[in-house]
Each structure stands twice: as C-alpha cells, then as structure tokens.
C-alpha cells in the first residue's frame, strides 16, 4: 500500500475504487468509449455490471504521468487528481472482450494506492466543485475566447465568428463549460491535469482563458494547427 498526504477537506469512499490509468485525464460530463481485452478488467467490468444500481457501476480513471509505470514508479507514476466514470452501456463478445460506454462523473483525490494486485485500487476522496456568483462572468469571458479558438482550429479569423448563435451551443453553467473547454482543448497532458485539477470553477476558468489565448495566438502567428489529438474521442483499450 501507497500513502500520499492530501487536505481533509473531502468525503473519504469507504471502499476502495478500482482504478483503470490513461495516457490521458478524463473530464467528468465526457463519454468514452473504452475496448476492454485484459482479463483484470473484463473481471472489473463482469463486477459492476452485476450491480443493480448503475449510478454504482464507478471505476477510476487517472492518468500516468509519461515516462513511468506503476510497477516501478507506484503512486508516483499517477497523477494525484482524476475522475470515476460510470459504465452506461456494455457489449460483451464470444471470447470474453467487452466494448463499453461510460461517461465521466465526478473528480477524486488519490489517498492510498494498492498495487499489490493486477488490478489497481485506491482509496479516494470525492472532490467538490466549489463556484461562486461571479462565475458567470468569468464563464462569459472564457466563451468568447472559446469560440475564437475553435474558429483558429477551423482554418477562420477568430474575431469575425463570435455570434450569439455559436454561443448558444455552449453551456451556460460555469462548471459544466469549464470542462467542456478542458476537454476540447488540443493540449499536452500536464497542462490538461492542471485543469482538472484546480480546486474551484473560477480557478479553471482563469486557467483556460490564458490557455485559450496562448492557444489561439500561436496557431495565428505559426499557421499551423497543434498535432495532439483531442481525448475521448478514438475507442481506447486497455
């Protein structure tokens, strides 16, 4: 067992999560598909699909840090920050694989790691989205910004595309678009786990602005659009 130090300012789950890593962090509200081949997961997979509650069918994701492994690197190959997804839908084959559906729920804290078994269980706590009145605000900022950086990625000037019908695409609430643009972004792991992990709405939407220029400006002045691919989007295997 893996032990970090972490403020106890959230709920602790009694039962350990089961934990699948990515290259990639997951943010909650995002469908993934994932192609489950590993035999300690098909068995993760069997386990919750045998739970009648499908808000309960919750497994970890969490994301690797690059260059390091579990199995030599324990906790320290995680970042500390990820997000349970709940399984939705699942198709099981002759030989055992499952295709499934899940969708990402609500963000976590890693505790302690146990690693002394193929499948990967930690003890976590729930992180709560903490927001303020003035969010909006700073949410309306980060929408236009937004917008102008999706027109760059379009090959289009950004400022001649920011309308209110573009922005009525977007989601209103603070929190839920602060995701969406964590989500979307083309950006490299670290800077995505930063998102994910700061500790209050404003804070990621103040990230994401500067990102968001920083983002947009270069693709402006270089011509060229970023190679990183977009996360969730592709079917991942395990």
Known sequence: MRRITVLPYAAVVASPLPLFPLNTPLVPGLVLPLHIFEHRYRDLVAELLSIDDEESREFGIVALRDGRTVEQDGIDALYPVGTATVIRQAEQFDDGRYDIVTTGSRRFRLLDLDD??????????????????????????????????????????????VDDDEQDDLPEDPTVLSYLVTAAMVLPTDERQGLLASSTTAERLLRARGLLSRETALIAALSALPSLDIPGLPPSVN
């Open 116 to 161: 002394r078994h193929p499948l990967l269980r930690a003890q976590v706590e729930f992180l709560d989205d903490v927001t303020d009145p003035a969010d909006g605000l700073l949410a309306a900022d980060v929408m236009r910004s937004f917008l102008r950086y999706r027109a760059a990625l379009g090959g289009q000037v950004p400022d001649s595309v």
